[in-house]
């Protein structure tokens, strides 16, 4: 079965997003609510059509491409029943209310055809107590799909069969959420909350409890509980905030409800804080009050004792700058618990007890602590999940050190310790096929199987690749402090990033090169560079390029120029195919790089965006030359005028604008049709491997160098120059916004000469060092730079 028409049953915040997510795989979408109260003078369908757009408003946007709105139908439930009859999957997304979701799916059953699908969003209801009453032929195309708000961004899936599920339809269901929706999908059991909400409700009622016990302040304990300990920057109170306090509120309430018989009932118990807050109307960022309060001169913080808001206080434990030193999220969180201040023990408590309750989940929520990692990381944004996270403190250290404070081990880690292991992940053999043992290519990842009593390989993911498990079992070709050179496999190498936030250096950009030397000496097929951070790139060093501006040392920067020249060079004009991989923010250097491959494979978040003119510059890695050079051949292969779509390069620019998808970055021009995309993520890197061979396969030949480029000139110089003036007049730019930007336009037009007369890429690089270098020297362009990287913020002086 292929899933080739769609309906979901609800049109609120998760309904309208899930419908978004699946229009934007091209598969049309019917989205019903009810018929709203007094619509006789009005829209019956007013509730799906306003969700619509709701969608197209929000930011971030819900569609992937706002044209995708055209696949969601808005109906209702009275008047648009029938049209159910062709769907091949339903969405139930309606409120948590288990007597409504019964009666409705008794409504929708005999509407449905033969072997449609019919799943709900539910958050925690019981898949059991969901199908009593239903036709047992429904019951076996029925399961339990829980999406993470917002459905297009959270990456978790978590799927609930139950016990009569019928496994192709779940397998069917799970297939088109990997490939297409993009999702990482964990099998859960049927079990209030099921896996993420289980640990990360525990975790966050605890960190509540243990605010007030430890005697911390909010910004305290959030200081604590973000980055240091793995976790996202809106770390608890943030995230409260976000979240809503009465809707935080409510889930501990129903943890409640739900577990009654839970050893750790006690401790789920939402503390007075939290219903102090909701009855005084606190609610968080929809109240404009919660945790925190934005106030004229910044954002303050409620104070626990006085119940006042306050202005924030600096935040300083020896923890915590032990934790900041560090460079990995486990050595971050090992460094953070292993202090002795109030801080420390706020950590080390809230680690502990989540710790060892997740251990007792096991197998109550899942078969395998895989699952359980997943969840976490993928569902709450967690770097490390529970057991990763044991694993980076020390499993044999911790439980002694919870053994002296009188905690009670779980059978799940006196197992592990009595098998002899100190850890819940490591490598094991991959049987008689395995090289020496002495090698890491004949090891696979492997986890603890307490049924086993020890470590079983970690199932792999058809079409994924993960460049921690290449790094688990294999050592880099080369490698220095900003990239490493990877073989992954099949004839094909990888250029991974793992600078601070993916930077580019000479250093990059060498590595890059000596990638492309090593593939053009035959053993190699081609080579793929990419990362798998959060951001494939935030652009070239702007440390290494201020200090040499400041130093008037411009011999330096204009090395700088010409590494990022010959490396673009060297991409494009390799004998072998070089396919750039990227995902979420790829920003000025980051996206010139992207731009320089033969193909991009970008994931379905990819940022992408030239962006140097914020910082008083203009894209000078070859990424001028490049767009030039495409407004040329796409006006050259349409027959038709170059400057419409060199003007549409130079407004993306000028108004610094970012991609919000990479059929966005499409629409800007960043992507062309060949480039591919790729819905999950984590298949980004595989899909471009695949490229890479395809190409090589196929035939591939190096292009033709560009020598005879034509430009728009001296004519499209004096068009910039005229919505320059007014852009400015307007008030949208400042006089030296207008300077920068004309410079910009100096490069892509090809310089001050006569559009008769065709250029070479030579020429446009030229240009590209010339003006970049003029910028530098100028006291503006230095002032933003420095206030940028201040305070990560853009200047306009």
């Not at 033969?114 to 709900?120: K, Q, Y």
């Not at 993420?196 to 009622?205: D, L």
């Not at 004949?442 to 199987?449: E, M, T, V």
């Not at 591919?676 to 890197?685: A, E």
Request: charged share 25%.
């Amino acid at each position: 079965m292929t899933i080739r028409k769609a309906a979901v049953i609800g049109a609120g915040t998760m309904g309208s997003g899930i419908a978004a997510h699946i229009a934007g795989t091209g598969v049309p979408c019917l989205l019903l609510d009810i018929v709203p109260r007094g619509a006789a003078g009005g829209s019956r369908s007013k509730l799906a059509e306003d969700a619509i757009a709701r969608m197209l408003a929000s930011s971030p946007p819900g569609f992937l491409d706002p044209a995708d709105a055209a696949l969601v139908e808005p109906g209702n439930l009275e008047d648009h029943l029938e049209k159910l009859g062709d769907r091949d999957w339903v969405v139930e997304a309606v409120t948590e209310d288990l007597e409504i979701k019964r009666a409705l799916y008794g409504k929708i059953a005999p509407r449905l055809k033969p072997g449609a699908i019919l799943t709900s969003n539910t958050s925690g209801l019981s898949q059991g107590l969901l199908t009593e009453g239903m036709d047992p032929a429904l019951k076996r195309r029925f399961f339990i799909t829980h999406f993470f708000n917002p459905p297009r961004h959270m990456y978790l899936l978590e799927v609930v069969p139950g016990p009569g599920t019928d496994p192709a339809a779940v397998e069917e269901i799970e297939r088109y959420s990997d490939v297409l929706l993009g999702k990482g999908i964990v099998r859960a059991k049927d079990t209030p909350n099921f896996i993420a909400n289980r640990i990360g409700v525990f975790s966050m009622g605890l960190s509540c409890r243990l605010l007030v016990e430890e005697g911390l302040t909010v910004e305290e304990a959030d200081e604590v509980t973000g980055p240091p300990m793995g976790r996202p920057k809106t770390a608890t109170f943030r995230l409260h905030d976000l979240v809503g306090i009465d809707v935080a509120l409510l889930v501990m309430e129903n943890v409640q409800k739900l577990l009654p018989h839970d050893e750790s009932l006690a401790q789920m118990e939402p503390p007075e804080l939290l219903r102090r807050m909701v009855r005084e109307g606190k609610l968080g960022r929809k109240t404009g009050a919660g945790f925190y309060k934005k106030e004229k001169d910044g954002i303050h913080v409620l104070d626990l004792e006085t119940f006042q808001y306050r202005a924030q206080r600096p935040v300083s434990f020896p923890s915590l700058d032990a934790a900041r030193k560090a460079k990995s999220a486990g050595e971050r969180l090992k460094a953070l618990v292993a202090g002795e201040d109030r801080g420390a023990r706020y950590a080390w408590r809230l680690l502990s007890e989540t710790l060892l309750y997740t251990a007792r989940r096991i197998p109550e929520i899942a078969d395998d602590i895989v699952s359980v990692d997943r969840a976490l990381r993928w569902g709450f944004n967690w770097e490390l999940g529970p057991f990763e996270a044991w694993d980076a403190i020390g499993v044999r250290e911790s439980v002694e050190r919870m053994r002296k404070e009188g905690m009670q081990i779980p059978p799940l880690v006196e197992g592990l310790l009595r098998s002899g292991q100190d850890s819940f992940y490591g490598m094991v053999d991959t049987g008689p096929e395995a090289r020496a043992a002495e090698e890491l290519r004949g090891k696979r990842k492997a986890f603890f199987d307490p049924d086993a009593a020890k470590k079983v390989p970690v199932p792999e993911r058809p079409g994924v690749i993960l460049l921690d498990e290449v790094r688990d079992r294999s050592r880099p070709l080369r490698a220095n402090a900003w990239a490493s050179l990877w073989d992954i496999g099949d004839g094909v190498l990888c250029v991974e990033f793992h600078s601070k936030m993916n930077t580019i250096s000479g250093d990059t950009l060498s590595l890059i090169r000596e990638g492309i030397a090593e593939v053009e000496k035959g053993r190699f097929e081609g080579l793929v560079v990419g990362n798998q951070a959060q951001n494939f790139s935030l652009g070239a060093n702007l440390v290494e390029l201020s200090g040499a501006a400041r130093e008037k040392n411009w011999k330096a920067v204009e090395a700088m120029l010409r590494q990022f020249h010959d490396t673009a060079l060297a991409m494009r004009y390799s004998p072998k195919p070089v396919v750039t991989a990227v995902q979420g923010m790829t920003l000025g250097g980051g996206c010139e790089v992207a731009l320089a491959g033969a193909r991009i494979q970008a994931a379905a978040e990819t940022y992408m965006g030239l962006v140097e003119v914020g910082v008083g510059l203009i894209p000078a890695g070859g990424g001028s030359r490049e767009l030039a050079c495409r407004a040329f051949e796409t006006a050259h292969f349409a027959g038709g005028d170059l400057f419409p779509r060199l003007r549409a390069y130079f407004e993306a620019i000028a108004m610094v604008k970012t991609s919000q998808s990479s059929e966005d970055a499409r629409a800007l021009g960043y992507l062309r049709d060949v480039d591919g995309t790729s819905r999950n993520r984590d298949r980004t890197l595989a899909d471009a491997k695949a490229t890479v061979l395809h190409l090589a396969r196929t035939g591939w030949r190096r292009p033709r160098p560009r020598r005879e480029i034509r430009v728009a000139g001296r004519p499209g110089l004096a068009e910039l120059s005229i919505a320059l003036r007014q852009f400015h007049a307007a008030g949208h730019l400042s006089d030296y916004d207008v300077h920068v930007r004309k410079k910009l336009a100096y490069v892509l037009c090809g310089g001050d000469i006569d559009p008769e007369f065709p250029v070479s890429e030579e020429h446009l690089l030229g240009l590209e060092r010339e003006v970049f270098l003029g910028l530098c020297g100028e006291e503006k362009t230095l002032e933003r730079i420095a206030h940028t990287l201040k305070t990560g913020k853009p200047l306009r002086n």
